[in-house]
């Protein structure tokens, strides 16, 4: 676990706050998405649950966010039935898993609300079978990249 912890701090560039556990490892072993305690270490909540590390990941989730992903994937989950309830699903998984923070997924408060792709992307991998973070997931091409990205920086 120590090892893990200063490989995320590689990979964040800082150190990981409310940090459990590795919780999904890339194709070449490293850590993926971590699982992330309901208050880190001042007792200050920290809402989101799961936390993409992987920097190949977390890059081109940032690259969908900026091209509008939030606003269309928002919009697609209210329009699609099947992503509305994959919606509304996880964040009833997320409230229990995390009763003491009243938020879904990311945290959000607002029902059928959705804000930050890179929280759906980390539940659907930490939680397999969650829908809207795997067509979310599946806009990522290719979801791993051919030589481990931490070895790269």
């Known amino acids: 676990m120590d090892d893990d912890r200063a490989i995320i701090e590689r990979q964040l560039g800082r150190?990981?706050?409310?940090?459990?556990?590795v919780v999904l490892r890339c194709p070449f072993g490293?850590?993926?998405?971590?699982?992330?305690?309901p208050f880190d270490e001042?007792?200050?909540?920290?809402?989101?649950?799961?936390?993409?590390?992987?920097?190949?990941?977390?890059?081109a989730i940032a690259r969908l966010e900026a091209n509008g992903g939030v606003e269309r994937w928002g919009r697609l989950a209210q329009e699609d039935l099947r992503l509305r309830a994959s919606l509304e699903r996880g964040h009833e998984d997320q409230r229990r898993?995390?009763?003491?923070?009243?938020?879904?997924?990311?945290g959000q408060?607002?029902?059928?609300?959705?804000?930050?792709?890179?929280?759906?992307?980390?539940?659907?991998?930490?939680?397999?079978?969650?829908?809207?973070?795997?067509?979310?997931?599946?806009?990522?091409?290719?979801?791993?990249?051919?030589?481990?990205c931490y070895d790269n920086h």
């Open 97 to 106: 898993l995390r009763p003491e923070l009243p938020g879904g997924i990311g």
């Open 109 to 148: 408060t607002r029902t059928g609300g959705l804000k930050c792709l890179h929280a759906h992307a980390a539940f659907a991998l930490a939680r397999p079978g969650y829908e809207l973070g795997d067509q979310i997931l599946a806009e990522v091409e290719p979801l791993w990249p051919s030589r481990c």
């Open 15 to 21: 150190p990981p706050r409310a940090f459990r556990r």
């Open 42 to 59: 001042s007792g200050e909540p920290f809402p989101t649950t799961y936390w993409l590390t992987c920097r190949h990941l977390a890059a």
């Open 30 to 37: 490293r850590p993926a998405v971590t699982e992330q305690a």
